[in-house]
C-alpha cells in the first residue's frame, strides 16, 4: 500500500494495518482484500456489487472492518454490504469511507449498509467519512444504513463526517422490535462551500423500544447542513432526538424534528439548538490564556470529540 | 499590586461604576461586598478585561493594561472564576486543566484540584461540563480549574453561590491557600463567613465605593451602619 491508501485507512479505521480477523478493504470501486474467520463469513454478491457478511450466533467481542477507499477521481462506487448478526453476538464493525482526490473528475461512493440483528445481539457500528485531495473534483459521499433490530437487540452507529468531503446524503432507518435498543451518535463538519444532508427515519414498533439520537454538526464559511428526523412510537416506547448545531461564518443549518405518537405510552422528544458559538463560552476560555481563534477551535474539537 | 485609579463605567445613561480607586496587594484577601446591583460583578470584570471601563487605569505591577484583550491579562497571571459557570458540550474537565494547567501529567494535575473542591477526581475528570453536572459540580470544578491556573491575581465572583454550607470550610481553605502563596485573592461575596477571612474589605453602594480598608475596622462599620441597607440579617445572618 503507498503513503495515500495507508493514512486513508488510518484515518477512517483507525487501521495501521491490514488488520487481523475478518475484513473486507475495498478500493477505486472493486474489491481489494478480504479475509473470513471461523465466526465471521464474509462472501461477495453474486448479482451486484458488495459483500454479505454473516455474524455466527453466541459470538463475542469480535470485529470486522470493512473500509472503503477511493484514491483517485473519476470513481462512482455504489456498493450493497449485508450484515446478518447471529443471536447472542456481541460484535464491533468499522467502516467508513475515504477519498483522496487531487484531480478535476468527482468521485463519489454509494455505501448502501444493511443490518439484521438477531435477537438479543450487541452491534457496535463505528462509520467515518472524510475526503482530502487538492483536485477540483468533488468528493461525495452517500452512505445508506438500514437496519432492522430483533428482541432485545442492542445497535450503537457512531456516524462521523470529518470534513472534506464536497457533498453528503446520509439515510438510515430503523425498525425496532420489543426491548430493541437504538444510539446514534452522528458528528458532521462542513466548510467552503459543503453540503451534508441527514435524514432519519426510525419506527418504534416493538413494547419497550428506544431510540436517542444524538447529533452534533459544525457549519463554517458557505456550507450548508440539513437534518431532518421522524421517529414514530407505535407502541410502549421511548424516543429521543438531539440535533445541536454551531454555525461559524455564512453558514447555514436547517433542523425538521417529526414525531409521531401512535400509542398513548408513547414518549417520544426532539430537541434542537443552532447557533453561533456562544459568547460566554469564548469569553471562559480567554479568561484561561486563550486568544479567539484558539478558543472556537477548542470549543468546535470538544463539540465534535 | 494591583491598582484601579479612578475607574467609571457608563452604560447609556446609567452611571454603573462611580470613580473607583483601589489598591490590591500581594498576599492580601480582598472582599468586594455590597447589596445586589451596586457594581461589584461589573468592577471585577473590568479588572479581567471582561468589561473596558469608561473611564480610569488598571495597572498590574507599574504596567498599564487597560489596552489589554481578556487572554492577554490571563497570561500577565490574572484568573476568573465566574459567578455562573459555563458550560461546554463535548468539552470534558481533562481537556480545560490539559489546556490551562504547565505541567506534563494533567491527570495528576486535575486529581490534585479536584480534590481540592470536594470532588473525587476519578468521578469527573472525563465528565462534559454541561447539563449532566449540577449546578454545585459546575461550581466546584469552575474553582479547580481556577487554582490549576496558578495564578498570581485571583477573581473570583460570588465563589460561595451553589456551594453548599458544609463545604464552606473547604472554600475558606482555598483562599488562605492562595494567601499563603502571595497571591491577590480579590472575592465579590455577600457571605459573612468569607467577609472574616478577609484582610481587607471593599463596601460599594450604589456605583460609589463607600467603603475600602481593613476587616477589623470595616467589619463592625458593615454590620452597624449598612447592614439594614445592605440586606440585613439574610445577608449576614
Aim: proline share 2%; charged share 25%; with cysteine.
Amino acid at each position: 500500500m503507498d503513503k495515500i491508501e495507508k493514512d486513508l485507512l488510518l484515518q477512517i479505521a483507525d487501521l495501521h494495518k491490514i488488520p487481523e480477523g475478518a475484513f473486507n478493504i475495498r478500493e477505486n470501486g472493486k474489491p481489494l482484500k478480504s479475509n473470513s474467520t471461523a465466526e465471521i463469513e464474509i462472501v461477495p454478491k453474486k448479482d451486484k456489487s458488495g459483500i454479505d457478511i454473516y455474524v455466527k450466533p453466541n459470538v463475542k467481542n469480535k470485529s470486522v472492518h470493512i473500509p472503503v477507499i477511493i484514491t483517485t477521481g473519476g470513481i462512482k462506487d455504489l456498493v450493497y454490504n449485508d450484515f446478518y448478526i447471529g443471536e447472542n453476538s456481541e460484535v464491533t464493525i468499522v467502516a467508513g469511507c475515504g477519498i483522496h482526490n487531487a484531480t478535476n473528475l468527482n468521485s463519489e461512493h454509494n455505501g448502501i449498509h444493511s443490518f439484521h440483528l438477531g435477537k438479543n445481539c450487541v452491534v457496535t457500528y463505528i462509520e467515518k467519512h472524510l475526503g482530502v485531495g487538492n483536485g477540483m473534483g468533488e468528493k461525495v459521499l452517500n452512505p445508506v444504513t438500514n437496519i432492522v433490530m430483533e428482541k432485545n437487540s442492542t445497535f450503537t452507529m457512531e456516524t462521523t463526517q470529518l470534513g472534506g468531503v464536497s457533498s453528503s446524503v446520509r439515510t438510515t432507518k430503523a425498525k425496532l422490535f420489543d426491548n430493541a435498543k437504538l444510539v446514534i451518535k452522528e458528528k458532521i463538519l462542513t466548510t467552503k462551500n459543503q453540503t451534508a444532508k441527514t435524514k432519519f427515519d426510525v419506527n418504534l414498533i416493538g413494547k419497550g423500544g428506544s431510540v436517542d439520537v444524538i447529533s452534533r454538526s459544525v457549519a463554517k464559511d458557505n456550507s450548508y447542513q440539513n437534518f431532518y428526523s421522524a421517529v414514530k412510537g407505535k407502541a410502549e416506547c421511548f424516543g429521543h432526538v438531539a440535533c445541536d448545531g454551531i454555525l461559524v461564518g455564512n453558514a447555514r443549518i436547517d433542523s425538521t424534528p417529526k414525531i409521531v405518537c401512535e400509542n398513548v405510552e408513547a414518549t417520544l422528544v426532539h430537541e434542537a439548538a443552532i447557533g453561533k458559538i456562544a459568547g460566554e463560552q469564548l469569553t471562559k476560555l480567554m479568561t484561561l490564556g486563550l486568544n479567539e481563534e484558539e478558543a472556537e477551535n477548542l470549543i468546535i474539537k470538544g463539540f465534535l470529540k | 499590586m494591583l491598582e484601579l485609579k479612578n475607574i467609571s463605567y457608563y452604560a447609556g445613561n446609567k452611571t454603573i461604576l462611580d470613580n473607583i480607586s483601589l489598591n490590591f496587594d500581594y498576599g492580601k484577601i480582598v472582599a468586594i461586598t455590597g447589596h445586589n446591583g451596586s457594581g461589584k460583578s461589573t468592577l471585577v470584570k473590568i479588572i479581567m478585561g471582561i468589561i473596558n471601563q469608561t473611564q480610569g487605569n488598571i495597572l498590574l505591577d507599574g504596567k498599564n493594561i487597560d489596552k489589554l484583550k481578556i487572554n492577554e491579562r490571563s497570561k500577565l497571571g490574572i484568573g476568573f472564576t465566574f459567578q455562573q459557570p459555563i458550560k461546554f458540550k463535548g468539552l470534558t474537565v481533562s481537556d480545560l486543566i490539559s489546556t490551562i494547567a504547565k505541567t506534563d501529567n494533567p491527570v495528576k494535575c486535575g486529581c490534585d484540584y479536584l480534590s481540592k473542591v470536594g470532588l473525587c477526581a476519578k468521578d469527573y475528570l472525563l465528565r462534559e461540563l454541561d447539563s449532566n453536572l449540577s449546578g454545585g459540580e459546575l461550581k466546584r470544578i469552575e474553582l479547580a480549574i481556577n487554582l490549576a491556573e496558578n495564578k498570581k491575581v485571583n477573581i473570583f465572583d460570588e465563589p460561595e453561590a451553589g456551594i453548599d454550607i458544609w463545604s464552606f470550610d473547604g472554600l475558606t481553605n482555598i483562599f488562605k491557600d492562595l494567601k499563603k502563596k502571595n497571591c491577590i485573592t480579590i472575592i465579590v461575596t455577600h457571605q459573612q463567613k468569607i467577609l472574616e477571612i478577609a484582610d481587607e474589605i471593599v463596601v460599594l453602594n450604589n456605583s460609589k465605593l463607600v467603603a475600602a480598608g481593613p476587616k477589623n475596622k470595616v467589619l463592625p462599620t458593615l454590620k452597624n451602619e449598612f447592614c439594614e441597607k445592605l440586606g440585613g440579617e439574610a445577608m449576614y445572618g
